[in-house]
Nanobody, 124 residues
Framework: QVQLVESGGGSVQAGGSLRLSCAASGRTSSAKAMAWFRRAPGKEREFVAGITWSGSSTRYADSVKGRFTISRDNAQNTMYLQMNSLKPEDTAVYYC?????????????????WGQGTQVTVSS
């Protein structure tokens, strides 16, 4: 099993920045591809960004391209999401996810492990 714990959420004004972290523990060798999803109030959970184990391949939702950057440090078993130029529509609970396969799926069904989420609130 893999345990995932998110941190770094908070409240920020539009145009500001936050960096989310996702720390993995347990059987971390099973956490190959990893990703961030988010769920805004009243909406379905959606894909934000994903990264393969080596970091050589990343994917982003169109809504965050050019503003968010995903990265990981396998030595620290930690994944990051740098969020810049935040907008009120980025307000959501952000979830970390990992899969035993090394393919970044845009579908949450493609992930085996999930964190509890961290709240990000962007005010206008």
């Amino acid at each position: 099993q893999v345990q995932l714990v998110e941190s770094g959420g908070g409240s920020v004004q539009a145009g500001g920045s936050l960096r989310l972290s996702c720390a993995a523990s347990g059987r971390t060798s099973s956490a190959k591809a990893m990703a961030w999803f988010r769920r805004a109030p009243g909406k379905e959970r959606e894909f934000v960004a994903g990264i393969t184990w080596s970091g050589s391949s990343t994917r982003y939702a169109d809504s965050v391209k050019g503003r968010f950057t995903i990265s990981r440090d396998n030595a620290q078993n930690t994944m990051y999401l740098q969020m810049n130029s935040l907008k009120p529509e980025d307000t959501a609970v952000y979830y970390c996810a990992a899969t035993r396969g090394n393919v970044v799926s845009l579908d949450q069904q493609g992930f085996d492990y999930w964190g509890q989420g961290t709240q990000v609130t962007v005010s206008s």
